[in-house]
């Protein structure tokens, strides 16, 4: 079965036109994640959902907040199905 095709309101880059079609959501693709800095941390979603993106980096934020008092977290390339908060 095929996934859902999805709609990307911004692209993982400056030339990208708002509201174009993009790739499919992955649910194979893992999100990855690096530490830029000890306070910055980059997060690849490669397609997943934002909530597998979040469950994945909230974590590592914390934890850096904690060592350094604050923390920034980027994602990129990742879809979302709903608020990217929790409520």
């Given at each position: 079965?095929?996934?859902?095709?999805?709609?990307?309101m911004?692209?993982?880059?400056?030339?990208?036109?708002?509201g174009?079609?993009?790739e499919?959501?992955?649910?194979?693709?893992?999100?990855?994640?690096?530490?830029?800095?000890?306070?910055?941390?980059?997060?690849?979603?490669?397609?997943?959902?934002?909530?597998?993106?979040?469950?994945?980096?909230?974590?590592?934020?914390?934890?850096?907040?904690?060592?350094?008092?604050?923390?920034?977290?980027?994602?990129?390339?990742?879809?979302?199905?709903?608020?990217?908060?929790?409520?």
């Amino acid at each position: 079965m095929k996934s859902p095709r999805v709609t990307s309101m911004a692209g993982s880059d400056s030339t990208t036109t708002i509201g174009r079609s993009s790739e499919f959501a992955s649910d194979k693709a893992r999100p990855e994640i690096k530490k830029i800095s000890p306070s910055v941390i980059k997060v690849l979603g490669n397609n997943c959902l934002a909530p597998i993106v979040l469950n994945k980096s909230i974590p590592e934020l914390v934890k850096a907040a904690k060592e350094n008092g604050v923390a920034v977290l980027a994602i990129n390339n990742s879809h979302h199905m709903a608020a990217m908060w929790p409520e």
